[in-house]
């Protein structure tokens, strides 16, 4: 995967974690479609998932800086 990919993929998954953890979209989405059910498990997936997503994001910053400065 090249650098720039790297930073899109983190970039773009970081965004809709967090929109998906600090506003009720997947609240709504998950009660419209008939699994509210599931919305008390939702911390437990998407706050690691964002994590894990900023994380592919501060890479791909570092691993740009550190090519750009060779």
């Known amino acids: 995967m090249t650098n720039s990919r790297l ?5 773009i998954g970081s965004v809709v974690a ?7 979209v997947l ?4 009660g419209a479609i008939g699994l509210s059910a599931l919305v008390g498990v939702l ?3 998407l706050l690691p ?3 894990i997503f900023v994380a592919i994001t501060v890479y791909a910053l ?3 800086e550190t090519v750009q400065s060779n």
């Open 27 to 30: 609240v709504v989405l998950l």
């Open 7 to 11: 930073l899109q993929v983190g970039i």
């Open 49 to 51: 998932a964002l994590a």
């Open 18 to 24: 967090a929109l998906c953890c600090f506003t009720p």
């Open 43 to 45: 911390d437990y997936v």
């Open 62 to 64: 570092w691993k740009r």
